[in-house]
C-alpha cells in the first residue's frame, strides 16, 4: 500500500519538483523569497513558498532523488514541478486536520519504535553510541517530522487500507465482503463485441440548413444597428437625453459613453440577426421596441444583460437570402450553437430507419445500401470511466468518443440480446446504431494483490482530484508562478 497522496509513479513527478527549489531563488531574481505572496490557502491557512515552510520541504525532501534521475529541466516542467508540490502541501494539510479532528494523537511510543533506524548499528542493532552522539535538536526535528509522517499514515490507512495485516484479515482500511471480493475479481472477465453503423451530425446537409432557415426566417433578419451601452441606468438615461435633444451625435456618445459591449470600436452592432439581438435584450418584451425602429430612429433606454442601452437604426432590415452560401452558414452555425437537438432528430429518424432495415435484411446489407461503414467494435466490458483495472471501450473508433462515460450507450450495449439491434443512441456529434454479435468470458483475475493496488491507486486517484476541487482550497500557483517566477526568468 502506497503512503500519503502520491502513487509511485508521482513520486518520480516530485521528484522533479525537488529541483525546482534550487532554481527558485535566481529565478525571482534579487528578491527576498519571503517577499513572495502567498500561492494559495486552505480553510485560511495561506500556503507559503518561504524557507521552513511545508511548501518548501516537500520539494527539497526529493532534490536528491530527482538529480539521480538525471532529468531534464525546461520552463514547462518547472511549472508541474510548483504544481506537484502544491498539491502535496494541501493534502497534507486536509489529512492532518481530518486527523487531529478525529481526536487521535500519534502514541509517543510509536515515534519512538520509528526512531530505531537512525541509532542502529551496522548489524542493525541500536547503538546507544549513536543516540549520544545525535544533538538534541536533530533528534527532537526527527521526531517531529516522524509524528507528522504517522498522522499522515493514519489518514491514509484507516480510509484506503494497507498491507498489514492481522490473523490474516487487512488491519486497516474499510473492510470488504466475500461478494465484493468476488465481484471485482470478476469485474470485466465479461465483454460484448457489436457492430456499429454511425451517423455524424457534423455531416447535416445543406438542403436541411436552408429548409430551416426558411422555416424560421425571421431569427435571420438582419439589422443595421449601433449601440450604446452604459453600466448604470442612470447614465444611460443621460445619454438617451442629450440624443433626443440633439446635444450630442451618435458617434460622439459611442466614443464618450459607450463600454462597447456588444458592438465594434465604432459603436456598430455586432451580432444583428434577430435571434442574436433577442439574446442580448433582458426583457422578451423590449425586443419589438427595437427591431420595429424606423431608420435614423433612436430607441430609449433597453435593459441589456450586462447593462443599459440605447439602439440606433442605421438602415433598414434585410430579409434572408438562403440562397446565399453564407446565410446558410450562419443558419448552420445558429443551429449548431441553439439547436443540437434539430440536429440530432433528423439523423435519430434516418437511424431508425436504417435499423428497421437491418432488422429485415441484415445489418451488413442495410448499411451498404446506404453506404455506410459497419464498424466492428472489439468485445469490452461494461467498464464506466475506463477504470484502469480492466478494459474497456475503444474510444479511438470514430462515433465512439466520450462513448465509455455515455450511460445511455452503454446501458444499452449490454441490454441488448444476441443479434439484437439497438434503437439509435446520441453520444456528442454522432448517432449510433449497434447489434450485439458476440460475447467473450475471460478467467477472473487470480493476482489479488494486485487487484487491491490498483483499487486502492483508483481510491486515492479520486481523493486527490475531489481535494483539489475542494471549496475550502484557494489556488492562485498559476498567477504566483507566472508573475514571479515566468516573468523573472524571461527578464
Request: charged share 25%.
Amino acid at each position: 500500500m502506497k503512503k500519503g497522496f502520491y502513487t509511485a509513479g508521482l513520486i518520480i513527478v516530485l521528484a522533479v519538483s525537488a529541483f525546482a527549489f534550487i532554481l527558485a531563488p535566481a529565478m525571482v531574481g534579487r528578491g527576498n523569497r519571503d517577499t513572495l505572496p502567498p500561492f494559495g490557502s486552505y480553510d485560511g491557512k495561506k500556503i507559503k513558498y518561504e524557507q521552513g515552510s511545508d511548501f518548501a520541504d516537500y520539494v527539497s525532501k526529493y532534490a536528491d532523488l530527482f538529480q539521480r534521475q538525471g532529468r531534464q529541466l525546461d520552463p514547462q516542467s518547472n511549472y508541474y514541478i510548483f504544481n506537484y508540490a502544491f498539491n502535496a502541501v494541501v493534502q497534507k494539510m486536509a489529512y492532518t486536520q481530518a486527523v487531529a479532528e478525529s481526536g487521535y494523537a500519534v502514541p509517543q511510543s510509536a515515534v519512538n519504535r520509528a526512531m530505531l533506524p537512525y541509532f542502529s548499528d551496522e548489524n542493525g542493532k541500536y547503538s546507544q553510541r549513536k543516540y549520544r552522539e545525535t544533538s538534541a535538536s536533530e533528534i527532537e526535528r526527527r521526531q517531529k517530522e516522524i509524528r507528522e509522517e504517522l498522522t499522515m499514515r493514519r489518514y491514509t490507512d484507516d480510509v484506503f487500507g494497507s498491507s498489514e495485516q492481522f490473523a490474516g484479515m487487512a488491519l486497516y482500511g474499510l473492510k470488504s465482503s466475500e461478494n465484493e471480493i468476488a465481484f471485482f475479481e470478476n469485474f470485466g472477465t465479461e465483454k460484448r463485441g457489436f457492430d456499429m453503423v454511425s451517423f455524424s451530425t457534423d455531416d447535416y446537409p445543406d438542403n436541411e440548413k436552408e429548409a430551416y432557415g426558411r422555416a424560421n426566417a425571421q431569427k435571420f433578419i438582419k439589422y443595421d444597428m449601433s449601440i450604446i451601452t452604459c453600466g448604470e441606468k442612470s447614465k444611460a438615461e443621460t445619454v438617451a437625453k442629450r440624443l433626443k435633444n440633439n446635444e450630442i451625435t451618435f458617434a460622439d456618445a459611442v466614443n464618450e459613453y459607450s463600454t462597447k459591449n456588444y458592438s465594434d470600436a465604432n459603436g456598430k452592432l455586432t451580432n444583428s440577426y434577430r435571434y442574436e439581438i433577442e439574446r442580448i435584450i433582458k426583457n422578451s418584451d423590449d425586443v419589438e421596441k427595437v427591431v420595429s425602429l424606423a431608420k435614423d430612429a433612436t430607441s430609449a433606454v433597453i435593459e441589456t444583460n450586462i447593462g443599459f442601452s440605447v439602439f440606433h437604426a442605421d438602415g433598414s432590415a434585410s430579409d434572408p437570402d438562403f440562397t446565399n452560401e453564407q446565410t446558410v452558414k450562419d443558419v448552420w452555425s445558429y443551429l449548431r450553437s441553439n439547436e443540437a437537438g434539430h440536429i440530432e432528430d433528423y439523423y435519430t429518424d434516418i437511424a431508425k430507419n436504417f435499423a428497421a432495415e437491418a432488422a429485415s435484411s441484415g445489418f451488413e446489407e442495410a448499411a451498404k445500401k446506404i453506404d455506410a461503414a459497419n464498424t466492428a467494435i472489439a468485445p469490452f466490458p461494461l467498464n464506466y470511466g475506463s477504470v484502469s483495472f480492466a478494459n474497456s471501450v475503444d474510444t479511438s473508433i470514430q462515433g465512439l468518443s466520450g462513448a465509455d462515460t455515455n450511460k445511455n450507450f452503454l446501458q444499452t450495449a449490454f441490454s441488448l440480446k444476441s443479434n439484437e439491434i439497438s434503437s439509435p443512441i446520441v453520444n456528442g456529434k454522432n448517432v449510433l446504431v449497434l447489434q450485439y454479435t458476440n460475447e467473450v468470458k475471460d478467467e477472473p483475475s487470480e493476482n489479488a494483490a494486485s487487484l487491491a493496488g490498483q483499487i486502492a491507486s483508483s481510491d486515492e486517484s479520486s481523493a486527490s482530484s475531489h481535494l483539489m476541487a475542494s471549496p475550502k482550497l484557494k489556488n492562485d500557483l498559476f498567477t504566483v508562478y507566472f508573475n514571479y517566477f515566468m516573468n523573472a526568468s524571461n527578464n
